[in-house]
């Protein structure tokens, strides 16, 4: 009898650990660059064309020399070209943006009024154009999008530290502020260049402390203004931030967060047609998705649904209050997918706070010592905002000291989706199957170029969606070898999920 059961379960090993190793995610490609963390800066950014551009800056102690890289590789990281550009030995990136053929990156220098504008043609023929401009009015810059060459550009007042929306023709180097806020709590929720439909939406959240509106203002390449929409609040929900989607005027839709009370925290999320103005709309809140308390035990989620289901049914206020921080939608073949991260600042002595920059609002806040995150979400919508499913990734203990996303969101060609982090050495991952939702931790080591190697440790970790299947794990790493010793890499390796 012991034999037989002996045979059983080696059997049933035979059939499960191909099963398993199917769902691992393949490690098919990794570069390695020889460059150490404290003599570079650098960015890996993902291509329309499955590639990779990757900048990464050289300079001497004093930055009175440098040398700025621009390398695109290929989807088997495979060098394709390299070139150069000839920038002031101050500047440091800022942020980017791609589309077409065209990778638009801006540069800041020592100062900060100085910023140089950068256009990369995806082609090895074409020279690198980059143009130095003084935004008088600017003192950093917190996004841009490019229309036909044109630059909006959301950054922050010199003069009274608010966010400024302008309008700059690089040819000319003529800046423009456009209108956008008013008042002193108003700030910006998105910004999309629609390129099918020639203009820039920009979602503005205001707000006179009780009640809150969007507002939606649509702009065409030369910054002039086309249409301005107010969607207002539905009976007693304030709408407090939203990701805007492409399309023409009767196809928009607005993705977003609700409050009711307490504006600071959001009672769950909403999907709206931007033309009805809030005639028409689907709300719901946390109760009513599926998975939104998976982070929870299950005996603590049981009770905080019972106990919810009862204030609602007596007419109480909802009792859940979270601040999420909405990461930009993603448009699927069917829909959408909008996710958030769950976050609770922590602070041991508020007088002595700093200020940062909410990714949601692009507003000035107080920063907070650390931000602990409970949980990150994501919601499938189809192209009429109707709720497909709902997902949770648990993120427990993991906190971040500036206000920024932890996790990347990659859709996935079958429907799914996956969402990852960083951890050292490994991926952390989950992938979201509808509303089917898996408690188990899943993760993935970061593999060498040779088995008989060994990374010790790993430094300034990123992960960014790619293409397809695959997402690029990057950061710094040192890798012992037997026999060889020691080697400092900058390391690339493409993650590919099944």
């Known amino acids: 009898m012991l034999y037989i059961r002996y045979c059983l379960a080696l059997l049933f090993s035979f059939i499960l650990l191909p099963l398993l190793a199917q769902n691992t995610p393949a490690q098919p490609s990794r570069l ?12 890996v950014l993902a291509l329309p064309d499955s590639s990779l551009l990757v900048y990464h800056k050289i300079s001497n102690l004093w930055e009175t020399e440098a040398t700025f890289y621009f390398t695109k590789y290929n989807s088997k990281l495979e060098e394709v070209w390299t070139d150069t550009a000839n920038i002031a030995p101050d500047n440091n990136y800022i ?15 020592e100062s900060l009024r100085d910023y140089t504008f950068v256009r990369l043609h995806h082609k ?50 003529e800046a423009t502020p456009l209108p956008s806020i008013y008042g002193e709590e108003s700030s910006f929720s998105d910004m999309l260049a629609d390129h099918k439909e020639n203009r820039v939406d920009v979602v503005i959240s205001e707000s006179n402390g009780r009640v809150a509106r969007l507002q939606v203002k649509s702009f065409d390449a030369n910054g002039k203004l086309l249409n301005n929409y107010f ?23 607005l993705i977003g967060t609700y409050g009711t009370r307490d504006l600071r925290f959001s009672q769950g999320f909403f999907a709206a047609p931007l033309a009805s103005q809030m005639v028409e709309g689907n709300f719901y809140n946390f109760l009513q998705l599926n998975n939104f308390l998976k982070y929870m035990k299950p005996r603590r989620e049981e009770r905080s649904r019972r106990r919810e289901e ?33 976050y609770y600042p922590q602070y041991s002595n508020p007088r002595n706070s700093h200020m940062g920059i909410d990714q949601n609002t692009l507003a000035v806040y107080k920063m ?46 079958d429907g799914r989706a996956v969402m990852a982090y960083p951890d050292n050495s490994k991926i952390v991952y989950q992938i979201m199957d509808d509303n089917r939702y898996n408690d188990e931790k899943t993760e993935v080591e970061l593999l060498p170029y040779e088995e008989n190697e060994k990374i010790q440790t790993t430094e ?23 026999g060889e010793g020691l080697r400092q890499v900058f390391f690339i390796n ?5």
């Open 32 to 43: 390695e660059l020889p460059l150490q963390p404290e003599d570079v800066e650098i960015e």
């Open 95 to 109: 942020r980017s943006y791609t589309v077409g053929p065209y990778t638009y990156m801006v540069f800041g220098g």
């Open 124 to 173: 090895a023929s074409s020279p690198i154009w980059h143009r130095q401009v003084e935004l008088e009015p600017l003192e950093a810059i917190y996004e841009f999008v490019v229309l036909k060459h044109n630059f909006f550009i959301i950054g922050r007042n010199i003069k009274d530290k608010k966010s400024l929306l302008l309008h700059l023709n690089p040819e000319t180097g």
């Open 231 to 253: 969607i207002l609040q539905k009976e007693d929900k304030s709408l407090l931030n939203a990701e805007v989607t492409r399309g023409d005027s009767t196809q928009k839709m």
């Open 310 to 342: 009862k204030r609602l049914k007596t007419g109480r206020a909802s009792s859940f209050n979270y601040r999420l921080l909405l990461h930009d939608l993603i448009e699927t073949p069917t829909g959408y997918i909008l996710a958030a991260e769950a």
């Open 368 to 413: 907070a010592d650390g931000y602990k995150r409970s949980h990150a979400v994501a919601l499938g919508f189809d192209k009429n905002g109707l709720l497909l499913w709902d997902n949770t990734f648990p993120l427990i203990g993991l906190t971040t000291y500036e206000l920024t996303h932890t996790v990347e969101v990659q859709p996935l060609p």
């Open 460 to 482: 300034y970790p990123g992960i960014i969606r790619w293409y397809g299947n695959s997402m690029a794990a990057f950061g710094f790493q040192r890798i012992k070898t037997k």
């Open 494 to 498: 493409k993650i590919t999920f099944e």
